[in-house]
């Protein structure tokens, strides 16, 4: 028998929609989830005046949304709440809200982009760049690691293979947080009234800045993603000044503050289970790999995408109609006993781990996955392999956001002299 996706009595997802529950102690949310996951089917997650979504708290649930996207369609927006249509309209739809043919063409114009040569020029990139931090952090000797670590290797990273010139590149960074700083953050009526106007301010410079950019290489192209996107020749389209803005946006925000945070809350969990710091900094190169991606399973950069229901489908006794929202939970099935054994176990050797911390599959998983891995392995490689040792002092200090696992900050400490 199958239910139809409306509400019956109490609803036990009530818990997630309440203000206060994003900042809460992980512990308490995660102990919120496995309540759900123990569920029949998926929950009701009630937003006031009679609206909500159904959470997909399971890993296969996850997955299987994930690759149905003519079901489960992105479009009008995966954010909570889902973007104006007048902010659509003014900055361009980003590739993460856009479905079908018009996302399948944008992603082969950007897939066409990343040539062997450039990514192979990004890779030896990453190395330098991740060395000159760790040199600089031994030189200068800070204590706030999301600042002069965790965030300095992935927009560097980005700047360089966008072929961003230096003289931007510290008003992108802050433009960056300024766009970014308080999504998915419950604030006060001030807050809100102000804040939207400052993040999309942000957003519109950033924006106008890069277009300049993508002007300037179609005239004079140099050996960049920039230049690469906007001359493209993929069924006679290249990138126009909007959507080079959107991309850009997208791979600024989530590359950038995804990327930081899993490094952030990496150096956190190394430091919190040292058997595990012990067994990396054993044979480094044996046990990387195993490490960088249970970071990113046990911290889930992304908490949750949101999509839209396009046509009727049952899943776990639920019958979804179309108009229904549901929100995958990334930050629940990365946690599901069912795939996970000792889910909230830190544990490097974890295998399989097959972990949806770049999505659960089909069109839209991560286009990124494989640079913010490289990344994190050459950045670690760097912070654990000098003599002298670093690690975390204290808790992270969490956004308490509803959308992505952020850190404002991170005291750290070096253990040797």
């Given at each position: 028998?199958?239910?139809?996706?409306?509400?019956?009595?109490?609803?036990?997802?009530?818990?997630?929609a309440?203000?206060?529950?994003?900042?809460?102690?992980?512990?308490?949310?995660?102990?919120?989830?496995?309540?759900?996951?123990?569920?029949?089917?998926?929950?009701?997650?009630?937003?006031?005046?009679?609206?909500?979504?159904?959470?997909?708290?399971?890993?296969?649930?996850?997955?299987?949304?994930?690759?149905?996207?003519?079901?489960?369609?992105?479009?009008?927006?995966?954010?909570?709440?889902?973007?104006?249509r007048?902010?659509?309209?003014?900055f361009?739809?980003?590739?993460?809200?856009?479905?079908?043919?018009?996302?399948?063409?944008?992603?082969?114009?950007?897939?066409?982009?990343?040539?062997?040569?450039?990514?192979?020029?990004?890779?030896?990139?990453?190395?330098?760049?991740?060395?000159?931090?760790?040199?600089?952090v031994?030189?200068?000797?800070?204590?706030?690691?999301?600042?002069?670590?965790?965030?300095?290797?992935?927009l560097?990273?980005?700047?360089?293979m966008?072929?961003?010139?230096?003289?931007?590149?510290?008003?992108?960074?802050?433009?960056?947080?300024?766009?970014?700083?308080?999504?998915?953050?419950?604030?006060?009526l001030a807050?809100?009234?102000?804040?939207?106007?400052?993040?999309?301010?942000?957003?519109?410079?950033?924006?106008?800045?890069?277009?300049?950019?993508?002007?300037?290489?179609?005239?004079?192209?140099?050996?960049?993603?920039?230049?690469?996107?906007?001359?493209?020749?993929?069924?006679?389209?290249?990138l126009?000044?909007?959507?080079?803005?959107a991309?850009?946006?997208?791979?600024?925000?989530?590359?950038?503050?995804?990327?930081?945070?899993?490094?952030?809350?990496?150096?956190?969990?190394?430091?919190?289970?040292?058997?595990?710091?012990?067994?990396?900094?054993?044979?480094?190169?044996?046990?990387?790999?195993?490490?960088?991606?249970?970071?990113?399973r046990?911290?889930?950069?992304?908490?949750?995408?949101?999509?839209?229901?396009?046509?009727?489908?049952?899943?776990?006794?639920?019958?979804?109609?179309?108009?229904?929202?549901?929100?995958?939970?990334?930050?629940?099935?990365?946690?599901?006993?069912?795939?996970?054994?000792?889910?909230?176990?830190?544990?490097?050797?974890?295998?399989?781990?097959?972990?949806?911390?770049?999505?659960?599959?089909?069109?839209?998983?991560?286009?990124?996955?494989?640079?913010?891995?490289?990344?994190?392995?050459?950045?670690?490689?760097?912070?654990?392999?000098?003599?002298?040792?670093?690690?975390?002092?204290?808790?992270?200090?969490?956004?308490?956001?509803?959308?992505?696992?952020?850190?404002?900050s991170?005291?750290?400490?070096?253990?040797?002299?």
């Amino acid at each position: 028998m199958t239910l139809p996706a409306q509400r019956h009595g109490t609803d036990p997802g009530r818990e997630l929609a309440e203000p206060g529950f994003w900042q809460q102690p992980p512990a308490h949310r995660l102990a919120a989830f496995a309540r759900l996951r123990a569920a029949e089917g998926p929950v009701f997650v009630p937003e006031g005046s009679g609206r909500g979504h159904w959470a997909l708290v399971r890993h296969a649930q996850v997955q299987e949304a994930s690759r149905l996207p003519k079901v489960f369609a992105s479009a009008p927006g995966v954010t909570t709440p889902e973007p104006a249509r007048w902010v659509r309209a003014l900055f361009g739809d980003s590739m993460v809200n856009l479905d079908g043919p018009d996302h399948a063409q944008l992603r082969k114009i950007v897939q066409r982009a990343f040539t062997p040569r450039l990514l192979a020029a990004a890779e030896a990139d990453i190395h330098a760049v991740a060395a000159r931090i760790v040199d600089d952090v031994l030189a200068e000797r800070p204590d706030e690691f999301v600042s002069a670590v965790a965030s300095r290797l992935p927009l560097e990273v980005i700047c360089n293979m966008m072929g961003i010139p230096e003289r931007y590149r510290a008003e992108i960074a802050d433009r960056v947080n300024h766009a970014s700083e308080n999504i998915g953050v419950e604030r006060g009526l001030a807050s809100r009234l102000r804040m939207p106007g400052r993040g999309l301010r942000a957003l519109a410079r950033m924006q106008r800045m890069v277009a300049g950019i993508g002007r300037e290489r179609r005239k004079h192209p140099t050996d960049d993603l920039i230049s690469a996107l906007v001359r493209a020749n993929v069924d006679g389209q290249a990138l126009g000044a909007r959507q080079l803005g959107a991309f850009f946006s997208l791979l600024m925000v989530a590359g950038v503050e995804t990327t930081r945070n899993a490094i952030t809350h990496g150096l956190s969990l190394l430091t919190d289970h040292p058997d595990q710091r012990d067994l990396l900094l054993s044979d480094f190169e044996t046990y990387a790999d195993g490490a960088v991606d249970e970071m990113i399973r046990h911290s889930t950069p992304i908490i949750q995408f949101r999509r839209t229901v396009a046509a009727e489908h049952t899943m776990d006794g639920r019958v979804f109609r179309p108009g229904d929202k549901v929100v995958l939970y990334y930050a629940s099935a990365n946690r599901d006993e069912a795939v996970f054994p000792d889910p909230d176990a830190f544990v490097i050797t974890r295998s399989p781990n097959p972990h949806l911390g770049f999505g659960g599959g089909g069109p839209h998983f991560c286009l990124g996955a494989h640079l913010a891995r490289v990344e994190m392995k050459a950045l670690f490689r760097e912070l654990l392999t000098r003599p002298v040792g670093l690690r975390a002092v204290g808790l992270p200090d969490l956004a308490g956001s509803n959308f992505d696992n952020r850190v404002r900050s991170l005291k750290f400490a070096f253990e040797r002299p």
